[in-house]
């Protein structure tokens, strides 16, 4: 009967690791992103970093909603 529950455990595993794999590269994407974005000043770029360092995916996923610069400022042409 335990024989049972490992593979329902080991399935549901490998059913969420591409799941937490994802979260993990889009974090790591929008980090990035508040890094390097030529749209934010550099308090800006200290803040949105410090918010999705500490909040973790729900910070990624406010910047990208939120804070990420839209149209010509996220190139970096005035």
Known sequence: ??????????GLGLL???FGLFLFAFWIWMLI???TSH?????????????????????????????RPKGSA???IP
Do not use: N, T
């Open 16 to 18: 969420l690791l591409p």
């Open 39 to 67: 749209g934010l000043s550099d308090g800006e770029k200290i803040a949105w970093v410090l918010i999705i360092l500490f909040l973790h995916f729900l910070g990624a996923l406010i910047y990208f909603f939120v804070g």
């Open 74 to 76: 996220a190139r970096g």
């Open 33 to 35: 992103h508040a890094i």
């Open 1 to 10: 009967m335990f024989a049972l529950f490992d593979f329902i455990g080991l």
